[in-house]
């Protein structure tokens, strides 16, 4: 069964600390795969995707995520978090073609100031 | 501006209760689904739609129903509400790239 695996469930960083998020997702074909971030008391929202091409891939306010196939990894990482970017963090991957989404179970990040 | 909008923010409901979920989207998305959000858990996937009055389960539909009568409507339908369905339920349309998503409708069973 296809499925999403998110490493960390919380995670706590001070302001201008990087950040890595850990994703591992598990389907024998083609893939592709999205982050999706949530703010306290907002819809989720895309954050960045990955479809085809360079497999890093970069997305709003300064994250970037890298496809590693070999790996079946998609970690999403950000230089230096700000405060305002304490939110919930899903993984998603959807099968190439396809349209049903398999999410991860989110990491809450909360960055302290 | 896609809109997908859920007529609720905040349910209380009794056990044993019919409860409706409305989604409306405003793209003329063909693909609409229905998760319930659950710390811990992710987001799982309840019922989704492929087009009008057509429906396929997810991977928890058990205690659920939906309606698809127009394309831009998705309706959840929990037959007789239970405690173990409160939950936040969050409702999304699929465009060809990524899916977008409502507010959310926490949901209290009591």
Redesign the interface.
Known sequence: AQSVSQHNHHVILSEAASLELGCNYSYGGTVNLFWYVQYPGQHLQLLLKYFSGDPLVKGIKGFEAEFIKSKFSFNLRKPSVQWSDTAEYFCAVIPTGGFKTIFGAGTRLFVKA | DVK?TQSSRYLVKRTGEKVFLECVQDMDHE?M?W?RQDP??????IY?S?DVKMKEK?DIPEGYSVSREKKERFSLILESASTNQTSMY?C?S?AD???F????TRLTVV
């Open positions: 997908v693909n689904f998760y811990g858990l992710g987001l799982r996937l989704f492929y997810g969050l999304a699929w790239t990524e899916a998503f409502g507010q959310g």
